[in-house]
């Protein structure tokens, strides 16, 4: 017979009876462990001594230890007080007509030449609720090619340059030329100074040779980087878990060049990197989506390893991210 609904908890989960010495026995060790992993003590005399420093062992000696979470460290320094006027410094002289220009010709480093062109991207007409909605990150592919105008798509909606901000009182000049506009990109960034790079791990694009690339906005185009040798197993990229990444069609390296934007924002600046990676990952996914393809981010990428493949340094640019695209 079924219990009624007086004879049950409030939450609707039956009543158990059982004896003092039962209780004691079978809920007292599960229940001390889950207030115990979740009470606000991170007081571990141990957390220096053990061999591997997990993020609980690093968090249970939060109070004692000397091994501190970086991130903790950074959230408690990266705006200090409102007392502190560097940022609004910082800030104030990006309105110098020399920072304005420099900002302007940004993107002058496109001209090494070497590069790929890509084909217009695809007017993307679908609805963005229902594409909202029916987002879903995808670990299983099914090993067919992109298209070159889906790579290009997928792009340019996520760092592509999608208008113009006209600029005044900065003279021009014969060696840089007109100085009148900034170039302004589809996802958000922090002051407009875009201090993040796609990269591209083309595997099964059709009429893209395997290998890495860089996304060129102010061209929307590609160019080689990375070793000339042959590229590496994709399982070497990351620890990819259930994603079937050597089953995709491309994957997308972000990578933060630091001092694009921590003139300005000082420390500040590694936040908006991490929102504007952010935004222009929300953007591939949706793109993606639209397309009728599927995406997946990885956060275990070997980090090395891809900045050799994406010319970043791991000084001043950085992988950040990296998203999984296939059919």
């Known amino acids: 017979m079924s219990e009624s609904k007086a ?24 229940v001390s ?25 690093v968090y249970r000696g939060l109070i004692l230890s000397h ?119 589809t996802a958000a960034s922090g002051g407009g100074l875009y201090p993040v790079d796609f990269f591209v791990v083309a595997l099964r694009v059709e009429g893209l040779a395997a290998g890495a690339y860089r996304y060129l906005p102010r061209h929307h185009a590609l160019r080689r980087s990375g070793p000339p040798d042959a590229l590496p197993p994709v399982a070497s990229l990351a620890q990819f878990g259930e994603i079937e990444a050597d089953r995709a069609a491309f994957l997308i390296g972000y990578v933060y060049n630091q001092f694009e934007n921590a003139r300005k924002y000082g420390d500040a600046g590694l936040a908006y990197a991490f929102i504007e990676a952010g935004a222009m990952a929300a953007h591939v996914h949706l793109a993606g989506t639209a397309l009728g393809m599927g995406t997946c981010d990885v956060g275990s990428f070997s980090k090395g390893r891809c900045e050799r493949l994406f010319d970043a340094d791991g000084l001043s640019r950085h992988l950040i991210h990296l998203t999984v695209v296939g059919k």
């Open 7 to 30: 004879e049950r908890g409030s939450d609707d989960v039956p009543k158990t009876t059982m004896t003092a010495a039962e209780f004691m026995s079978k809920e007292t060790p599960l």
């Open 33 to 57: 462990s889950v207030v115990t992993f979740c009470n606000n003590l991170p007081m571990s005399l141990y957390a220096d001594t053990t061999v591997a420093r997990s993020p609980e062992v």
């Open 67 to 185: 091994n501190r979470l970086v991130a903790e460290e950074y959230l408690l320094n990266f705006r200090r007080s409102d007392a502190d006027f560097g940022v609004a410094i910082g800030v104030n002289n990006f309105r110098l007509p020399v920072a304005v220009a420099a900002v302007a010709h940004r993107d002058l480093e496109e001209e090494d030449g070497g590069h790929i062109a890509l084909p217009p991207y695809d007017t993307l007409r679908a609805p963005l609720g229902p594409v909202i909605r029916s987002r879903r990150s995808v670990r299983r592919y099914s090993g067919k090619s992109a298209t070159l105008e889906e790579l290009s798509t997928i792009l340019y909606h996520g760092g592509g340059i999608s208008g113009s901000m006209s600029v005044t009182n900065v003279p021009a000049t014969a060696s840089l030329g007109p100085t009148d506009r900034i170039d302004l990109r």
